[in-house]
């Protein structure tokens, strides 16, 4: 067989999309360290090594790969296998990666070596080799979060069926079933079969990585004494991991507890004070404690790193501590300008609509504007549940019923005559509310009492 014909089993193989591989940022993303999941670790990074390449950063790419071989040096034979997760298929992915970026950077002799030295991936055939297969392309569909979560979770599913008794692949399943159910089907509180594969995973493997999430799982299950449990003797544990203890900040900042949340970010931070997750998270431990000035250092420089949620969090302490002199709807419209994210988008032009109408009474642009943020995503559950925090911090409307109970009503009773272009708006608004009032009374003629 020609070495060119070999069957290669790598990101740059698996038909990834490449418009989510060109929006990647790995500044936003909390970075997974080889002492915290080392299979994890790797697949991640060898991600991000075809994500730059997409992006046409090649040396970036190059040096990626090297830290991605790196990783899979430090790799442990036997307790990957402990695992159930081939070590021949990961060193087949970082070899079949290398290949492929050597090529690109016309690294010849290099190429030539990686391409000689792989095994055709046809001959991975048993059940372990396979189910690892299936487990790290659903790692790499796992890097776009809720973008990517469908496409993850049939792979998973067949990494979790070929190898059943995996911590990883249970843990991504039930990652990615949480995104489903948040971003997706739009339910706060977690599934039973989500609930399964997390749980899986920490009893398969009972590390502070799992358990993090697991902690989370219970948190959002409202089993709180549990929740508290974990995150406690995660923290007694005293993990060096930087995204073991943003978690573990971010979660007892929830909690009140700011001396260990203080704690567990200060640790964090000793690895990268420059972090955007990092100084996102002070900043609302911060503003947690009413210190907004402070607050507002700290997510401003997370929102210049590329962090919107930061840059949202910080316009929302300037509003309380200027008292109505910060410029909220040019930052607003600067943000979007930046934005690509599809959730963040929507929920910026909602902002920005709320502020056309109860601050600027401008009914026209907050029509407008509130027509682009349902068009992005109708079904989104932000437009049932958006905090309304240009009137009030603790006020949640329903888009739906705002529109058309109030501002279509008070609409067409100041204007007589209506532009085309304003027609065309209120009726596509109006199209919209209807149809939510007819799936919602379908859903009610469809319950049994």
Not at 80 to 96: C, M, P, R
Not at 107 to 130: G, I, P, T, W
Not at 194 to 222: D, N, T, W
Request: glycine fraction near 4%; include cysteine.
């Amino acid at each position: 067989m020609e070495e060119t014909q070999k069957s290669l089993e790598c990101p740059f193989t698996w038909g990834i999309d490449e418009d989510m591989a060109r929006e990647f940022d790995e500044s936003q993303e909390i970075v997974v360290e080889v002492d915290e999941q080392p299979v994890l670790a790797l697949v991640n990074s060898l991600s991000i090594t075809y994500f730059l390449a997409v992006q046409k950063n090649h040396s970036d790419a190059l040096k990626k790969l090297h830290e991605s071989q790196e990783i899979f040096k430090q790799l442990d034979k036997r307790t990957v296998e402990n695992d159930a997760t081939s070590y021949q298929v990961l060193k087949h992915i970082t070899q079949a990666t290398a290949y492929h970026v050597y090529t690109l950077v016309d690294m010849r002799s290099e190429a030539k070596k990686a391409m000689s030295e792989l095994k055709d991936s046809k001959a991975f055939r048993s059940k372990l080799e396979l189910g690892s297969i299936y487990g790290c392309r659903s790692i790499v569909w796992s890097c776009f979060h809720e973008a990517g979560c469908q496409r993850v979770v049939p792979l998973a599913e067949a990494a979790v069926s070929s190898s059943p008794t995996c911590s990883l692949w249970h843990y991504i399943l039930g990652k990615s079933l949480r995104h489903v159910r948040r971003n997706v089907d739009g339910l706060d509180k977690p599934s039973p079969r989500e609930k399964s594969c997390l749980l899986r995973s920490y009893e398969l493997s009972p590390i502070p990585f799992y358990g993090i999430h697991v902690a989370q799982m219970y948190r959002e299950s409202e089993e709180r004494e549990k929740c508290r449990k974990i995150y406690s003797d995660i923290y007694e544990s005293r993990p060096t991991s930087a995204g073991i203890n943003l978690r573990l900040g971010k979660a007892f900042t929830s909690f009140n507890d700011f001396l260990k949340a203080e704690e567990c970010l200060n640790r964090a931070g000793k690895k990268n004070k420059q972090n955007p997750m990092y100084l996102h998270y002070k900043g609302c431990l911060y503003r947690k404690q009413k210190k907004l000035k402070k607050a507002a250092v700290y997510l401003k420089e997370a929102g210049k790193n590329g962090n919107h949620r930061a840059d949202f969090d910080y316009a929302e302490v300037m509003m309380r501590l200027s008292r109505g002199t910060f410029d909220y709807l040019g930052h607003l419209q600067r943000m979007f300008e930046k934005c690509e994210n599809v959730n963040f988008k929507q929920t910026i032009l909602l902002h920005i609509s709320m502020q056309f109408y109860y601050k600027k009474t401008d009914l026209d642009s907050a029509l407008k504007n509130l027509l682009k943020a349902i068009e992005l995503n109708p079904d989104s559950k932000q437009l049932k549940n958006f905090r309304n925090i240009t009137i009030d911090w603790n006020e949640y409307l329903n888009i739906f019923d705002l529109v058309s109970d109030v501002l279509l009503p008070l609409y067409l009773k100041r204007r007589q005559e209506l532009s085309a272009n304003m027609e065309n708006v209120v009726k596509s608004l109006k199209h919209h509310c209807d149809k939510q009032r007819n799936e919602l009374s379908a859903s009610f003629q469809g319950m049994t009492l």
